[in-house]
């Protein structure tokens, strides 16, 4: 992401309010990332009105949004559909995979996984077996084909935590 200070601060302020910190990776590790050609940090506008971000790991032949945001001065307006669209029509030829909180009645935010979930049915999203099961949470992969390959869902992960992935485990 090559933005002016303005921008980069409308876009690390929304990150960290949007995502609680045991989602969140480590902001410096994001803007590395970036850098190459496998992964894209994206800033969306209305004329001049910041409206949201989104970051895209490319691989084998999928596009993984690992963080999708909507600034929320502005939410609530269609920006994060549209948000999408402008994102499948940047890679029209490949699935768009993402992963939401799976649905729990015994969550506290059961509520808010629920309307996101729905948000992305209607949006062209279709819940996949594979689950990322992690200490606070589970998530839930979805994708815009009906069938994906869940061995390079894993790829994806392994290409965005490398080098670093091994001290990890």
């Known amino acids: 992401m090559r933005l002016s200070l303005k921008e980069y601060s409308q876009v690390k302020q929304l990150y960290m309010r949007a995502f609680p910190k045991y989602e969140r990776e480590p902001w410096m590790w994001l803007m590395l990332k970036s850098k190459y050609r496998q992964a894209d940090f994206m800033a969306f506008y209305d004329h001049e009105q910041f409206i949201g971000f989104a970051y895209v790991i490319h691989s084998h ?3 993984y949004i690992l ?7 502005v939410r609530s307006r269609g920006y994060g559909s549209r948000i999408i669209n402008a ?13 939401v909180e799976q649905p729990n009645p015994q969550a506290a935010n059961n509520q808010q996984r629920l309307r996101r ?17 992690e200490e606070k949470v589970t998530f839930q992969v ?9 061995q390079k869902v894993d790829k994806v992960f392994e290409w965005f935590s490398w080098p670093l992935g091994w001290l990890i485990q």
């Open 117 to 133: 979930m729905r948000f992305y049915r209607k949006n062209g999203f279709f819940p996949t077996p594979k689950l990322f099961k």
């Open 61 to 63: 032949g999928m596009h």
């Open 87 to 99: 994102i499948r029509h940047l890679y029209p030829q490949d699935s768009l995979v993402l992963d």
């Open 67 to 73: 963080y999708l945001a909507v600034n929320d001065q």
């Open 142 to 150: 979805l994708a815009t084909n009906k069938k994906i390959n869940q």
